[in-house]
């Protein structure tokens, strides 16, 4: 018997959503009921032309629901310069933000790098959503109560490890064990910050949506392996409708039994616990203190220090490889296809 996925109709009038990655699958779907429960949704895309189209479909999808309020800010999640420009862009508006959906992703690409020189799940996963985060806080703490932020991580983060000599994969390369790491680091996140904001009405959530049908795939078909698993995937039917797929964001978002709880994990919309590399305390921290050190620059530190988090310090950089991230000569050499 299939998992089942609900989660309840609330009225969002009045109440802000951002989306990353709303303009297809996952994230359109969550786009998309949200609009229809009354929040103002902003999508956060790297395509304009794709969010306008996706902005286009949900208004027609919804033409029986009355007014719809959806937008679209400019996002490339490859750029911390972009993921700065977005938060800046963002707060201009002077909006509240109630609902911080972290769902863009890319899964199992060949090894590669961003244009900031850190390894691509890494960052367009995990980091600049870190960053995201952090410059919007004081926004989302004083827009509650029940302010809420969503990580879609994945069950691939049981394949995940925080290895600081190895951050950009030059020591060894795997699709899955890197795309697992950016998901079991959005995890950990959720933790490192729940704890820097307790009980200040903000929910930080993570979850696996379940294996769904969406252009996820796109980013894997030049792995003739990857490509295969993928046809035999979708060929037995086990994968979830977008619709399906976004059920477990959605009820993380808006299923008031939630309210001020911290640091929830969900699967098929129910609390479990994640995976237990996830939950070390002591590596959540290092974990904290690394990204932190590579987004310094791109943080509106005065924003943070008036939500009352600490900053780390900063590395000795002479000989501290692990806290910058620094591994010297770049091997690309990967272990599987
Ligand atoms: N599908 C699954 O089975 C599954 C399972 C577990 C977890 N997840 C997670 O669910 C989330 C959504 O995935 P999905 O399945 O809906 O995949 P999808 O259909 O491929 O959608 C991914 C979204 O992320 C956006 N994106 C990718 N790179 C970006 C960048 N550099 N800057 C800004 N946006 C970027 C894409 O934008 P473009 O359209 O412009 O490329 C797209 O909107 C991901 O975090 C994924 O890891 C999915």
Redesign the pocket.
């Known amino acids: 018997m299939g998992a089942r996925l609900s989660y309840p109709e609330v009225d969002l009038k009045g109440k802000v959503a951002v989306v990353?990655?709303?303009?297809?699958?996952?994230?359109?779907?969550t786009a998309k009921a949200l609009a229809r429960m009354g929040a103002h949704v902003v999508?956060?895309?790297?395509?304009q032309e794709?969010?306008q189209q996706?902005i286009e479909r949900i208004k027609l999808e919804l033409s029986e629901a009355g007014e719809v309020n959806v937008e679209f800010v400019q996002?490339?999640?490859?750029?911390l310069q972009?993921a700065r420009d977005f938060t800046d862009n963002f707060i201009a508006k002077g909006l509240p933000l109630h609902l911080l959906i972290?769902?863009?992703?890319?899964?199992a690409v060949e090894l590669g790098r961003?244009v900031d020189g850190h390894e691509?799940h890494f960052?367009?996963?995990y980091l600049?959503h870190l960053l995201i985060t952090l410059n919007l806080m004081s926004v989302i703490k004083s827009s509650g109560p029940d302010a809420r932020i969503v990580n879609?991580?994945?069950?691939?983060a049981t394949f995940g490890k925080f290895d600081p000599s190895n951050m950009d994969g030059s020591q060894r390369y795997s699709r899955m064990g890197f795309?697992g790491n950016?998901?079991l680091f959005?995890i950990m996140s959720m933790y490192f910050l729940q704890r820097r904001i307790a009980g200040c009405g903000v929910t930080i959530s993570s979850l696996?949506?379940?294996?769904?049908?969406?252009?996820?795939?796109?980013?894997f078909q030049d792995s003739t392996f990857w490509k295969t698993v993928t046809n035999v995937v979708k060929s037995v039917g086990v994968?979830?409708s977008?619709e399906k797929?976004?059920a477990t964001?959605i009820n993380a978002a808006v299923n008031p039994e939630f309210k001020d709880m911290e640091a929830l994990y969900f699967e098929n919309c129910k609390v479990t616990q994640p995976v237990r590399s996830a939950r070390d305390e002591a590596t959540q921290e290092r974990l904290w203190e690394y990204s932190f050190n590579l987004i310094r620059e791109y943080v509106d530190t005065g924003r943070l220090a008036s939500v009352g988090i600490e900053l780390p310090s900063i590395p000795d950089t002479e000989n501290n490889h692990e806290a910058t991230g620094s591994t010297g000569e770049q091997n690309l050499t990967t272990t599987e296809d």
């Open positions: 990353t990655g709303g303009n297809t699958g996952i994230g359109y779907e999508i956060a895309c790297r395509s794709r969010a996706a996002l490339d999640l490859s750029s972009s972290l769902n863009a992703g890319i899964a961003t691509k960052q367009i996963n600049s879609v991580s994945s069950y691939a795309y950016s998901k959005q696996h949506p379940g294996a769904v049908d969406t252009e996820i795939s796109r980013n994968l979830r977008p797929g976004a964001t």
